[in-house]
């Protein structure tokens, strides 16, 4: 048989037992959605492109908690923790630095950096420490809680970092947009056409790397650790290390995120790093449906686009619909929204098939079976 | 108009919304200004930052509003402060708060600490003695406050005992109560904010502490008298620019007018006055500038340093080197069954620290925040 | 010198009381079904605003905080049998569920109950030990966090329900094989995490803030304390609180409170560190 051409190959590794969506007229659809999304500007105003910029931000955080939970199976509450440590790292590094020469880039690269080296040290002590399932959510929604807590108290003049001050609850505001270095003048990129086609850009640049990660060997081995850890173990492979990899490339996109986000606000606050912040990320990957990439994106951009239609048209009852709808969601849609969408055709032929393992713990019992219940019992 | 309407904040905030439709309905019952009529563009911000970056990107390129009225806390006019001055808008920020900003995008109706401070604490000094101990809420708002009431307390010839900033979101008072005990204070500075430090009233009644009390925020603001039993606020004298008690036929008829259009209003506090009368301020602006609603216009109206409005707490009128307000500020004293006395009115005390310190919005735009530790740079 | 000792004693009981009695509602549903409940903070603002109108109405406070716990208690039955009952299996998804709940929950009393309650006052007065003088209620508070463990224990170890419940928990199947009627025990369990939590709030209702939002005051020093402690209410909550109570009364009274804040959340660092599965954890590892 011929070698198939580079297109082809490129194709293949793409697509895989752990995505949604294959084959040309995928493709086609796919390709026929960003030029759409390329094209799009042209018929907006500055509001709705500044605004889809912020939708967009907030997808590399959900992506990546797409990869540690929802394939994974480990649940990363403290996701925030990584957003706003990069934000700060950004501001801390433009503030100190000014956004001459493309320092804003390098900016990016520092904040992101932080923000995976210290998921990779949590991360050591929490997967080497062998703590999973629900306990693991707890421990980093506490994370992020604790530097909530640590950053808005950091009001006073002590609190800085060469000239950028910290400034507690108020937040860092002042940092400098993104900035690319052009001959003849840098190109600062506020909210508006230019940073829309950047961010839209790293939006399918990361959707396509992500794609090729989960349905590479390390990704089937994450979703296999998903399954069942202890069989994986059997398998020879070492559960915490695939854990702590997909742990700190999560971490690394939620960093991007708040790094982008403080970009495109030229804020951060201790705020978001919250408990309602850190909640978020969870209910867009929960509600997209978490074990599919695709349909976390399409489910992030939703619901954030639904909850602020909320917000604009409900008045005072947009929080109590906002509430109803997770909970009708997680009742009723249990894979999520969209992943129950696009399973709807082929569902009733593979029923008994998905039965019991369809969540992200693939356990079927009310405490989870012995290897995910880290205490392995009761009093 | 940008405001919280649910979440923490709306204890104080729903009557600024009030504030303002009651001022807009009454302008266009008269006829509108310069013979247009005002329509108000509402969000509710849910007291969360992010959402006042969303919608004040809404509100100046979709809605492209003339004039925003928003924020309560100063961490949500700092997360939209960036976006009025990348979007060339003009906003009013119609809140008792810290003080500093000089930003030309701002105008800030509400009371700063050296309007609220260089009266209370001098007069308390007097009354009750030298020794004084602050409690602040530890963030931009309390470290700013208590350095004012340092530095005040210092030129009054008086010595503080002790200073205690309190995490936000502290509920517990037992420790601090008994620091307060051990160091004797004549006068007790509380700075406190939001309703988890609320608490402390309650909890130093309960345990027996009874030293005179100063504040610049609590009563005017969360209407603390009204909420909690007597006597836990007894003692306690509050620096306000209006509220509901102040006892004149202006202020009477407002209050008639106001319920009569909100008759479930639980309390009129000060900002909901502010709010009011910053639209007629603006009102006033956009008339002496013949109809016009852009921003230059407008500013050199300010700059002729003669925009007043009779308000019901007296007659305002804008500083054009800050933008801020000159006030009349009335002490409030909390009696034993909550009831508020009036020992002390002070009129037309001017915002001068900014103007004194070197900002200048007449001649340059900093765009930004400044405190008595981190001044403006001379020029 | 007895002042000084009885000033600590007072503050590290009154900082152990607060963190034991935020936390036990939230550990006994975690512990027991690894459920994480995030509406935890608006069961103890439902028990709050029923012990403040049941006070207002003429109870006394020890009925009207019994009142708070049963109401909060029910409305825990409700809404496991609505909600949580579909999630079992699932516990990652009652995240999601028990985050709606909570923002029904809030927004929801805001709406329909304005947004503040006026408050009642502290009881008790107070009494004076060496110049400084410290409220009498807040002792109590102390004796009911220890009161409310011992009851607890009890519960767990003297009485059917509780041995069914640790039955349910340590093997479900084999429970319900034996005829144990398991998703009555769950329902009961949450009820009873609701109720403690609603317990809860009626006893700080009097030295608190009443808004819809309070809840959120106790839900960092909730968490921090079932971090610390671990999944075992018992071994876990009850040192977790001790031990987190010494920390804050100690670097609050040597610094204020900043201190006691950055304290706690460098206990917890600490703790994930050299005990990743809390207090209880370590302890049920080396009895095992």
């Known amino acids: 048989m011929a070698r198939p051409g580079l297109p082809v190959r490129l194709l293949r590794r793409l697509e895989g037992p752990q995505t949604m969506g294959r084959g040309p007229l995928f493709w086609l659809g796919f390709l026929a959605v960003v030029a759409l999304a390329a094209l799009y500007p042209l018929t907006a105003d500055g509001y709705t492109v500044g605004n889809t910029i912020y939708f967009f931000n907030w997808c590399f955080m959900a992506l990546g908690l797409c990869l540690i939970w929802g394939y994974g199976g480990a649940l990363s509450f403290g996701q925030t923790a990584f957003f706003g440590l990069a934000g700060y790292g950004y501001g801390i590094v433009t503030l100190n630095l000014g956004a001459a020469h493309g320092l804003t880039l390098l900016a990016v690269v520092c904040a992101v950096a932080a923000a995976s080296a210290f998921a990779a040290v949590l991360g050591y002590f929490l997967f080497f420490g062998r703590i999973g399932g629900v306990f693991l959510g707890i421990v980093t929604l506490s994370v992020t809680l604790v530097f909530e807590r640590f950053m808005a108290q950091t009001a006073g003049p002590e609190w800085h970092v060469g000239v950028a001050r910290l400034n507690g609850f108020n937040g860092m505001s002042g940092m400098p947009p993104l900035t690319i270095p052009w001959p003849g003048g840098d190109i600062a990129l506020f909210p508006d056409v230019p940073l829309y086609y950047v961010v839209l850009a790293l939006l399918v640049v990361v959707y396509l790397g992500l794609r090729i990660l989960v349905n590479s060997r390390f990704g089937n081995v994450l979703v296999a650790i998903r399954e069942n850890p202890l069989r994986a173990t059997m398998l020879g492979y070492d559960v915490r290390r695939y854990q702590l990899g997909g742990f700190v490339i999560g971490a690394a996109l939620a960093g991007l995120s708040g790094v982008l986000y403080t970009a495109w606000g030229q804020y951060i606050t201790p705020s978001s790093m919250g408990i309602t912040a850190a909640a978020l990320p969870i209910v867009w990957v929960a509600v997209g449906g978490r074990a599919d990439l695709t349909a976390t994106l399409l489910g992030t951009l939703s619901v954030l686009a639904g909850f602020q239609l909320l917000t604009v048209y409900g008045s005072q009852y947009a929080l109590v619909v906002m509430g109803l709808l997770l909970v009708l969601t997680v009742l009723l849609a249990p894979e999520g929204l969209i992943a129950g969408l696009a399973r709807l055709p082929g569902r009733l032929a593979r029923r008994g098939r998905q039965n019991g393992n369809g969540n992200g713990n693939g356990n079927g019992n009310a405490n989870g079976s012995p290897n995910a219940n880290p205490n392995g019992g009761g009093a | 108009m940008l405001e919280d309407q649910s979440g923490d904040f709306a204890l104080a905030t729903i009557g600024k919304v009030h504030g303002i439709q009651l001022a807009t309905d009454e302008i266009n019952a008269a006829g509108g200004i310069a013979g247009r009529k005002l329509e108000l563009v509402i969000y509710d911000t849910q007291s969360d930052n992010t959402r006042y970056q969303e919608f004040m990107r809404r509100v100046l390129q979709r809605d492209k509003v003339d004039a925003v009225f928003a924020g309560f806390s100063s961490a949500s006019r700092e ?130 502490l009874h030293v005179p009390m100063g504040s610049s925020v609590n009563v005017g603001q969360g209407y603390e008298h009204k909420r909690f039993k007597p006597p836990s606020l007894a003692n306690m004298y509050v620096t306000t620019n209006w509220i509901e008690e102040v006892d004149d036929p202006k202020s009477k008829a407002f209050i008639a007018k106001w319920h009569a259009k909100f008759p479930n ?96 919005l007449t001649k340059s735009n900093p765009n930004a925040q400044y405190t008595p530790s981190n001044p403006p740079p001379k020029s | ?235 876990g909550t009850a040192p977790a609180g001790a031990v987190l109570g010494l920390v804050k009364a100690a670097m609050t009274s040597w610094q204020g409170q900043l201190f006691g804040q950055i304290g706690l959340l460098i206990a917890v660092i600490v703790v994930i560190r050299v005990l990743p599965r809390g207090i209880s954890g370590f302890l049920l590892r080396e009895r095992s």
């Open chain 2, 79 to 208: 997360a939209y402060r960036p976006i009025v001055d990348q979007l060339n808008g003009l906003a009013f920020y119609n809140n008792q708060y810290e003080g500093g900003v000089c930003d030309a995008h701002m105008i800030v109706t509400g009371a700063v600490p050296e309007q609220q401070f260089s009266t209370l604490i001098p007069w308390m000094m007097e009354k009750f003695g030298k020794k004084v101990y602050t409690i602040a809420a530890d963030y931009n708002f309390g470290q700013i406050s208590a350095e004012w009431v340092r530095n005040i307390v210092k030129e009054n010839g008086g010595t503080m005992v002790g200073e205690e900033f309190i995490p936000l979101g502290v509920s517990q008072f037992s420790s601090t109560i008994q620091n307060i005990q051990k160091a004797k204070p004549d006068v007790l500075v509380t700075l406190l904010v939001g309703t988890a430090q609320a608490s402390y009233y309650e909890q130093a009644a309960a345990a027996n």
């Open chain 2, 265 to 360: 209003e639980p309390y009129i506090n000060q900002e909901a006055e502010n709010s009011y009368l910053a639209v007629y301020l603006y009102k006033e602006m956009v008339e002496r500038a013949g109809g016009s609603t852009k921003r230059d216009d407008l500013r050199a109206v300010i700059a002729k340093g003669d925009v007043c409005f009779d308000a019901p707490e007296g007659k305002v009128c804008i500083d054009p080197k800050s933008q801020h307000m000159s006030h009349t500020i009335y002490l409030a004293k909390v009696g034993e069954d909550h009831s508020i006395s009036f020992p002390k009115v002070w009129e037309n005390i001017k915002p001068y620290w900014l103007g004194d310190a070197g900002c200048d």
């Open chain 3, 1 to 235: 010198m007895f002042d000084a000792v009885f000033g600590f004693l007072y503050q590290f009981g009154d900082a152990f009381a607060f963190l034991v009695l935020c936390a036990t509602g939230l550990a006994v549903i975690f512990g027991m079904m690894w459920v994480i409940n995030l509406a935890h903070g608006e069961f103890i603002m439902c028990g709050a605003y029923v012990t403040v109108t049941a006070a207002r109405a003429g109870l006394p406070l020890a009925l009207a905080i019994l009142c708070g716990a049963v109401v909060a208690g029910l409305v825990g039955i409700l809404v496991e049998r609505l909600v949580i009952r579909h999630l079992y299996g699932r516990p990652l998804d009652t995240i999601v569920a028990t985050w709606g709940i909570s923002l029904i929950a809030a927004q929801g009393t805001l709406i329909v109950l304005g947004p503040g309650l006026p408050g009642i006052s502290t009881p008790l007065g107070s009494i004076s030990a060496g110049g400084l003088s410290y409220s009498v209620y807040r002792l109590v508070l102390m004796a009911t966090a220890l009161a409310i463990l011992a009851a607890l224990y009890l519960v767990f170890n003297r009485t059917r329900f509780g041995i069914l419940a640790r039955a349910t928990i340590q093997v479900p199947h084999m429970a319900e094989a034996l005829g144990v009627d398991t998703r009555l025990i769950y329902s009961l369990t949450f009820g009873l995490g609701a109720a403690l939590a609603g317990a809860t709030g009626g006893l700080y209702a009097p030295t608190m803030t009443m808004v819809p939002t309070m809840g959120a005051q106790f839900i960092m020093e909730a968490f921090v304390t079932v971090v610390v402690g671990g999944a075992d209410v018992f071994l």
